[in-house]
């Protein structure tokens, strides 16, 4: 597609909940990166994929949260047993791995709100 | 790990005047220095970038400039907007587009 694409675009779930949030990068891109964005803050970073190998998952907050790009393009990111917490706009982000012209790319996010 | 600082957190500034955001950083592996800018209920946006083997680059409204040794980076625009009016991200990160550090964001408000 002609961007990265993410849904749900908003997502509301109860404390206890699980959820997953999907993520559509560009076609082509290699790298995959997730990020968390609280309130007013910059976004952090989360875990990287490069095709289907996730080879940084440092920044993932607890063992609930799990993500996964089983064959290298969609990725889907997974909180299980929601806390307040956790509620933050994901961004997901995809670039190409071109070396030095490489540039990372966001899409809109999804929205969770855990009550 | 790396540590990004960014200031001011707001900025209003007339239409037609320019602006100025900077961040510092911490880790001086990072190479590489990019600036986003991020509308209300949108992603971040990449406006312009920089590598550490050059000191400024400009696109045409915008540039950034880069200072290695005192680990601070600015972005200038000029000739400001009102559709300038936006939350802008600093960045650091060490090799392309990896695992980046981000700074904690500017508001800036363009005055008509």
């Known amino acids: 597609g002609a961007g990265v694409s993410q849904s749900p675009r908003y997502k509301v779930a109860k404390r206890g909940q699980d959820v997953a949030l999907r993520c559509d990068p560009i076609?082509?891109?290699?790298?995959l990166f997730w990020y968390q964005q609280a309130l007013g803050q910059g976004p952090e970073f989360l875990t990287y994929?490069?095709?289907?190998?996730?080879?940084?998952k440092s920044g993932l907050p607890s063992d609930r949260f799990f993500a996964e790009r089983p064959e290298g393009s969609v990725s889907t990111l997974k909180i299980q047993r929601t806390q307040q917490e956790d509620s933050a706009v994901y961004l997901c982000?995809?670039?190409?791995?071109?070396?030095?012209?490489?540039?990372?790319?966001f899409g809109s996010g999804t929205q969770l709100s855990v009550l | 790990g790396e540590n990004v600082e960014q200031h001011p957190s707001t900025l209003s500034v007339q239409e037609g005047d320019s602006a100025v955001i900077k961040c510092t950083y911490s880790d001086s592996a990072s190479n590489y220095f990019p600036w986003y800018k991020q509308e209300l209920g949108k992603g971040p946006q990449l406006i312009i970038d920089?590598?550490?083997?050059?000191g400024e680059k400009k696109d045409q409204r915008i540039a950034v400039t880069l200072n290695k040794t005192a680990k601070h980076f600015s972005l200038h625009i000029t000739e400001t907007q009102p559709e300038d009016s936006a939350v802008y991200f600093c960045a650091a990160g060490e090799g392309t587009a990896r695992q980046l550090t981000f700074g904690s964001g500017t508001q800036l408000t363009v005055l008509p």
């Open positions: 994929f490069q095709n289907e190998a996730q080879l940084d």
């Open positions: 982000a995809s670039s190409s791995y071109r070396g030095a012209n490489e540039k990372l790319f």
């Open positions: 920089i590598r550490s083997n050059v």
């Open positions: 076609s082509g891109h290699v790298s």
